[in-house]
C-alpha cells in the first residue's frame, strides 16, 4: 500500500505564504505524475498544480504566477509553495499521486493523502 502525507497547512492572512508538503512512502516503484488538489464545501475537488515524472508542471489558472509545485523523488516528497494567498484560496487541500507499484507491470494506482486544511483571511 501507498500513505500520502500532507502537511503545512494552517491560518494566514492574505498576502501571506505557505509550503504544503506531501511525504509518500509504502510500495512505490515510481512515481508518475503528481498533483494537488484542493476542494471546499459544496464544491467538486479542483485541480490546482500537476507535475510529471519529467518536471513538467501544469497549474490553474486562478493560481498562475502565485503557486509553484516542486518535487524531490529521491526524499519522496512533494512541495505546493503558495504566495500571495487569497481569501478564495481557502480550502482543504489534497497531495494525489500516480504511482507505478509493480516493477513487473504497467499497472499503477492513483493514491490520495488526507488533506490539510489552508484558510486565508482577509
Known amino acids: 500500500q501507498v500513505q500520502l502525507v500532507e502537511s503545512g497547512g494552517g491560518l494566514v492572512q492574505a498576502g501571506g505564504s505557505l509550503r504544503l508538503s506531501c511525504a509518500a512512502s509504502?510500495?512505490?516503484?515510481?512515481?508518475?505524475?503528481m498533483g494537488w488538489y484542493r476542494q471546499v464545501p459544496g464544491k467538486q475537488r479542483e485541480l490546482v498544480a500537476g507535475?510529471?515524472?519529467?518536471?513538467?508542471?501544469n497549474y490553474a489558472d486562478s493560481v498562475k504566477g502565485r503557486f509553484t509545485i516542486s518535487r524531490d523523488d529521491a526524499k519522496k516528497t512533494y512541495d505546493l509553495q503558495m504566495n500571495n494567498l487569497k481569501p478564495e484560496d481557502t480550502a482543504i487541500y489534497y497531495c494525489?499521486?500516480?504511482?507505478?507499484?509493480?516493477?513487473?507491470?504497467?499497472?499503477?494506482?492513483?493514491?490520495w493523502g488526507q488533506g490539510t486544511q489552508v484558510t486565508v483571511s482577509s
Open positions: 507535475i510529471s515524472s519529467g518536471g513538467g508542471t
Open positions: 509504502g510500495r512505490i516503484v515510481k512515481i508518475n505524475t
Open positions: 494525489n499521486a500516480d504511482v507505478l507499484v509493480n516493477a513487473h507491470s504497467d499497472y499503477t494506482a492513483r493514491f
